[in-house]
């Protein structure tokens, strides 16, 4: 109509439709560039007829040598290609500790406890003002050494745990699976601070009587983000070991590790730590792709250990009174923050979709020539992954990872229900999460999971899985008793 005003351009189209429009793309770029070469080469045979076409093969004047060669060529070539391949590395199956109802510690029984054991008030209600802001529920649980009045931590204590734990996850990874222990050829058990003599690995096979000639190993002192260096171990053993079975065991050992003095940096561990393990099959036998849940795409490892300020954020020392504690610095979530980008910078070129890759490196150019003021081009790696499982350490951790990854409240979900339920269960936490995913009916066939696990040294270290088949509901787990409850609201302070 005459007079009427013109639509606004930001109005009248939908950017976002643009955006995508140009993220498919970046992303097909090869697929659409190579139609029109082969429409045109098609076009060109059509219109050159089968005359011409057997007059151009004779041309060639090919005899049976030339064409046996070529094929031998092409075979060889292809044999090569598909021998140097990686093998596939599938996780079969895993199960979680679920510890029991007696081991318990609401934050009543804990404040309780520890006004009994700590005659300094200041300690006391430095705990109490950690547990409140922690995100940590009621139905936690520690080790029953952990529940006398002083603390047991001793030796035997302390393989009681051990025991408890791993035979707990590893029987009911036989039960699910079906696995004879024979058939176990590759044995990764990852505990931080509890190293005995014989090791927790030989403990495994002693118990379980498996082969004399497995190969085993026992990971000690490399911190939470120690059960992604076990995967990776048991990743790089199953490429030269083919059509072998590997155990992967992740845990950590409360018992020993309860600390009795007054420092506050090292009475958060208290707080914060809970009892938990993992048990995950994993193979390379072809035939276990079709039961197999995911399959390994990609571990990536970072560590700042040649830094001194990351080496010593987590350390285990001894304070002035003697007793043995971990020391947790102020600077560990900007450390931790700085492992994330160096992982992140290696991880994003093998998972990102073309378009955000660009979108990074057009904006790191514009900084460097243009404006070196100009807000870094934060990849979405929503893009890249359905499922984000990030190291349940604290709820600074995840406030800070999710904040800087600028994932939705969903997406860390997972994280914030482990911790509320079952603690920071060190290096199996990450399963937990996992085992959340599923039990919520989440995971579909071709889902993609970020493990992000951080670790004293300073380490982070990330896994990549893809989903071979839906998990179907009910999943039998941790969750299987209290999966309705969840998730929960967790309010940023509980009183206590």
């Known amino acids: 109509m005459p007079g009427a005003p013109l639509p606004e351009f930001s109005s009248s189209v939908r950017l976002k439709y643009v955006k995508l429009g140009y993220q498919h793309l970046v992303d097909n770029f090869a697929t659409f560039l190579s139609i029109p070469v082969m429409v045109a080469v098609g076009l060109e045979l059509v219109r050159r007829g089968p005359q011409e076409m057997v007059g151009l093969w004779r ?34 199956e895993y199960a979680c500790f679920k510890p029991p109802s007696n081991c318990r510690v609401p934050f009543s029984t804990f404040m309780e406890h520890t006004r009994l054991i700590n005659s300094d008030e200041k300690s006391v ?50 039960r699910k699976t079906g696995l004879k222990p024979k058939d176990i050829d590759i044995l990764v058990v990852n505990c931080s601070l509890f190293s005995p003599t014989p090791s927790l690995s030989a403990m495994i096979i002693n118990k379980y009587k498996l082969r004399s000639n497995i190969r085993s190993f026992n990971l000690s002192g490399m911190g939470c983000s120690a059960g992604l260096i076990s995967i990776d171990l048991a990743r790089d053993l199953l490429q030269v070991h083919p059509g072998s079975n590997a155990l992967v065991i992740s845990t950590e050992i409360i018992t020993p590790n309860f600390y009795a003095g007054n420092q506050r940096a090292m009475l958060l561990p208290n707080c914060l730590f809970r009892m938990g393990a993992a048990a995950i099959l994993l193979s390379n036998r072809r035939r276990d792709a079709g039961r197999a849940k995911y399959r390994l795409v990609h571990v990536v490892r970072t560590h700042k250990g040649a830094d001194d300020r990351a080496y010593r954020c987590v350390y285990e020392e001894e304070d002035a009174e003697g007793h043995t504690g971990i020391s947790l610095s102020k600077d560990l979530m900007a450390i931790a923050g700085e492992a994330l980008k ?11 979709p073309m378009s955000e890759q660009l979108l990074f490196f057009l904006t790191l150019v514009a900084r460097k020539l243009i404006n070196p003021k100009r807000k870094p081009y934060i990849p979405d790696f929503k893009k890249a992954f359905e499922h984000f499982c990030i190291h349940a350490g604290g709820r600074a951790v995840i406030d800070e990872l999710q904040k800087n990854l600028e994932l939705s409240a969903e997406h860390v979900e997972a994280s914030r229900m482990t911790l509320h339920r079952f603690g920071n269960t060190s290096s199996s936490s990450l399963w937990y999460e996992l085992n959340y995913i599923e039990s919520k009916g989440r995971m579909r066939r071709g889902d993609r999971v970020w493990q992000i696990g951080f670790g004293s040294g300073f380490k982070c270290n990330s896994a990549v899985w893809k989903c071979l088949r839906s998990v179907r509901t009910p999943v039998d787990g941790p969750w299987s008793d209290c999966i309705l409850r969840y998730p929960v609201h967790i309010p940023e302070v509980v009183k206590l």
Do not use: K
Not at 70 to 84: C, P
Not at 140 to 167: D, G, K
Not at 342 to 352: A, F
């Open 342 to 352: 160096s992982n992140i910078t290696t991880i994003g070129p093998l998972v990102l």
């Open 125 to 174: 209600q430095f705990q109490m003002r950690i547990l409140e802001r922690s995100g940590l529920g009621e139905e936690t649980c520690l080790p029953p050494a952990n529940h006398y009045i002083p603390p047991h931590p001793t030796m035997e204590a302390s393989r009681a745990e051990a025991q408890l734990v791993i035979f707990s996850a590893i029987d009911d990874l036989i």
């Open 59 to 92: 041309a060639l004047e090919l005899d049976v040598i030339h064409i046996l060669c070529s094929v031998f060529v092409i075979v060889f070539v292809a044999t090569a290609y598909f021998m140097s391949r990686p093998r596939p590395v599938y996780l079969v």
